[in-house]
């Protein structure tokens, strides 16, 4: 792919790691490319960062052709730059947007888009441990026309966006979660599986609501009964059963976290039982009340393993672990951020190096 670069001409001021905190700053350039039915993906550049001039009548603005990615970059301890699992969250990109009608650039072009802009951008990828430049794929139907069909042009762009370490640096942190017994994230058939937009819409009255009782986020519970666990937040989600961890199975409500991946694989490796089965949120009552319900937590991009203290409901209060991170959300915090930083061998293949 040919990819043209235009250097910003006034960088930014890079702010101190300690204020970075998620998705506040942004870095100095961004990659971009076109779709029309006509030419294809063309135009593959790497400009300024700004705002885009856009038709009003855009087909992301109306009926939300909208969708993206979320991907990390490292700094590791030897000074090198690495990526992690960048491919998979290009593969992921381009099976679900045929979902929402959308074409993609090809799988090698998305990940090379995303490598490239980390690349020119490198003096923003953080040095401190526990952070990384979060790189934000985005694809979006720009075709100014109000009737309703897929669009037929389209913009695919890469933001980068420095990242604090989640917790402060003081370790994990525990957070309070409310089951949600009312609305629903993704329906049986819908967008679940797919990272589009409107599946965040969907989610934000339930999250300000949990915020306003005191909780951090909610577990989700199937579209259809509320009884089976889906997904905690914009995480997936783990139990750990004796020493078995359960996640619920992939489906088209629930989507294919790369950290799921990373998480369950090395489970394995640790000598637990791993199962991908359908869980009640009446087992994780009964297992609780058998003490056999040893930790809950949720793995994403944004904060690796993000364990849950406490489990809220119908009026009932589950508190896990004494309300504190587990040792094997422990373990596999560190575990995974060892890979991340290149403190320990590679030994899935799972990262890239960028310099
Ligand atoms: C992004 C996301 C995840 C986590 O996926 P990762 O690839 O691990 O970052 C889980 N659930 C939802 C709904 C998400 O949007």
Redesign the pocket.
Known sequence: MDIRITKTTAPKVKPPDAELGFGKFFSDHLFAMDFTVEKGWHDARIQPYGPFQLDPAAGVFHYGQAMFE?SKAFRGNDGHIRMFRPE??AK?MAIGAPRLCMPTPSEAQMTEAVRALVKVDSDWVPKSEGTSLYMRPTLIGTEGFLGVRPATKYLYFVIASPAGNYFGGKGLKSVRIWVETHDV?APRGGL?AT?AGA??AASLLSAMTAKKAGFDQVLWLDGKDHEFVE?VG???VCFLIGNTLVTPPLSDS???????DSVLTLAKELGFGVEERPISIKEIRAAHQAGTLKEVFG????AVISPVGELAFGGEQLTINGGQPGPVAQKLYEEIGAIQRGARPDTHGWLQMID
């Open positions: 979320g998979m969250h992921r994230r679940g990272k599946n965040y997904e914009t995480m997936n629930i989507l294919a976290g790369v950290t799921r793995t994403g991009t944004a």
